[in-house]
């Protein structure tokens, strides 16, 4: 008889779960590995190109709904969350002025994929001292998973119109992770969908990204063109874009869900310095030394110099008019590579533009001015 036979699977969850908490997941939950319910809907978010460049999405096919062909062997996967809002959630009071950087909440410390991942890789240790015959593999946004489908089915919450995972106690201001894994563990219910008739995600969306309620249009989305899209972005969107320069969290800063959002106790999730609430100058002056020395084991390191440029360059234009901003423009011109020149001659010609107009003019759209509104009156609340 295997030792699988041979193992208390109902105490081994047990203890599983017991060990994830400690571990500083905030849940754990066990599901199976049918996902076929969802091969139809992921089929055609391809056919229609909502993955835009992407196409490490297109190539990995149905596999992404196929754990077990994934990883051969695999019966049930192991689902975790780990919260990440900082105690200082004024990063998000950040979209209020024009003239500062605003990056993703989850981006401002260290990068959750390593985090997470070791945390994984020592849950799976853990299994195995008690299971000899475990086979598992650990994932972290960085495979072909359907992480938000396997966490609704594994109980760690519902997915949102804005296709992040919702949890009644914790918002959607979380990680999630899973572990691939042999052994047939009793697997958890799925919990009752929350969202109801409410629509503030997608009627918040600066790009109208969220073109129907479960489907995100990447090509649109702020966080894929600052973050994955590599190329030139397209003129009509720039000005959508506001000062995100890395990411996007309206649709979860208007989410009636976070006003329940637990705060993290992990200090690596914690704002850097360097990055929070930093003016767009100055982040625009590093050199390229700066920027891999400031986001080393960063997510942000990942998108590259080049783009980090970019992206800021299109923030700028979307300032008021500022001497400084015209000024680190200008002399960012001088050498700028053939990614970043026309986005910051396009930056100049808004700068210019604003400056006729004069400062008094409110440049943000009325959907910022909205969300920074429900930011006023407290981190996050309905639309």
Known sequence: MSIIHSVDLVQLTNDIKAWGRKLGFQQV???????????????????????????????????????????????????????????????????????????????LGRDYHKVIRKRLKTLSQKILAACSDLESRPFVDSAPVLEHAIAEKAGIGWTGKHSLTLNRHAGSWFFLGELFINLPLPVDEPVEEGCGTCTACMTICPTNAIVAPYKVDARKCISYLTIEYDGIIPEPLRPLMGNRIYGCDDC???????????????????????????????LFEWSEEEFLTHTQGSAIRRIGYQKWLRNIAVAMGNAHYDPAIEASLRQRLIEASALVKPHIEWALLRQTQSRTRGEGENLRSRKTLRLTRAIEKGLPRDA
């Not at 006003?259 to 930093?278: C, I, M, N, Q, S």
């Open 252 to 282: 979860q800063l208007i989410c009636p869900w976070n006003r329940f959002a637990a705060v993290t106790e992990e200090v690596d999730f914690y704002p850097r310095k360097a990055l929070h609430g930093r003016s767009l100058v100055k």
């Open 29 to 107: 939950g066990i599901s199976d590995i049918d996902l076929s319910k969802h091969e139809s809907a992921l089929q055609h978010w391809l056919s229609e190109g909502y993955h835009g460049d992407m196409t490490y999405m297109e190539s990995h096919g149905m596999k992404r709904a196929r754990p077990a062909e994934l990883v051969p062997g695999t019966v049930r996967v192991i689902s975790v969350r780990m919260d990440y809002l900082p105690p200082d959630a004024s990063f998000a009071s950040n979209l209020k002025d024009d003239k500062i950087g605003y990056i993703s909440g989850y981006a």
